[in-house]
């Protein structure tokens, strides 16, 4: 089973930053936090990954907790084809990379 | 930019028959995956492969087979379709080392009737 909590759905108004938040109170210390999205019908697309530093990339940032129980996606400027399934994974790095997915959040982002 | 390729994109299937999912990817990566995604959840592993030889079961293995016997490839092979493998088959692939992400397919669209 997954070892993490997301809600299932979100409405963010376009342009505006979307936060998406992920509980995962059981992380281990060696294990990271994924986070992928997958677009109607399409495969999977990764976006970040962090152990306990904050993260960021051209696609988003990523805040983990001080106490690593949970972490925040944030999309800084959402756009309607940021709309789709947001999946927050906690992995063991150097594990064989097999990835346990939940149900996700669906963010709508609307005009 | 090919990365991974699934082929077919879409199959219906009779009850009973069998059929290859093939998947290939360009970038040399050792690491390989077969998932499957039912309506409304999330992806399931049914196999992985971490280099040419080499495979093993994932969380739902029953009714596949698999074969990993170059590294570009990596078949999934249904031997008598079933109502129950009737789902969305993402085939991934990463490179070797910690942290890699794992780059996906476009997906099949497997229906059995």
């Known amino acids: 089973d997954a070892k993490t909590t997301q809600p299932p759905s979100m409405d963010c108004a376009e342009g505006r930053a979307a936060n998406l938040p992920c509980n995962h109170s059981?992380?281990?210390?060696?294990?990271?936090v994924y986070w992928y999205r997958q677009i109607h019908s399409q495969g999977p697309q990764y976006i970040i990954h962090g152990l306990k530093n904050n993260e960021t990339n051209e696609m988003a940032s990523l805040i983990i907790t001080e106490d690593r129980k949970s972490s925040t996606l944030i999309l800084p400027h959402a756009t309607l084809r940021d709309t789709a399934v947001y999946y927050c994974?906690?992995?063991?790095?150097?594990?064989?990379?097999?990835?346990?997915f939940g149900k996700g959040t669906k963010l709508s982002v609307k005009p | 930019n090919a990365g991974v390729t699934q082929t077919p994109k879409f199959r219906i299937l009779k009850i009973g028959q069998s059929m290859t999912l093939q998947c290939t990817q360009d970038?040399?990566?050792?690491?390989m995956y077969w998932y499957r995604q039912d309506p409304g959840m999330g992806l399931k592993l049914i196999y992985y492969?971490?280099?040419?030889?080499?495979?093993d079961k994932g969380e739902v293995p029953n009714g596949y087979n698999v074969s990993r016997s170059t590294t570009e490839d990596f078949p999934l092979r249904l031997e008598l379709a079933a109502p129950s493998q009737t789902s969305v088959y993402f085939c991934?692939?990463?490179?070797?080392?910690?942290?890699?992400?794992?780059?996906f397919g476009d997906g099949t669209r497997l229906s059995i009737l």
């Open positions: 994974i906690v992995q063991y790095g150097g594990s064989q990379g097999n990835l346990i």
């Open positions: 492969s971490v280099g040419a030889g080499i495979t």
């Open positions: 059981t992380i281990s210390g060696n294990e990271y």
């Open positions: 970038m040399n990566h050792n690491y």
């Open positions: 991934a692939s990463r490179q070797t080392g910690i942290n890699q992400p794992q780059h």
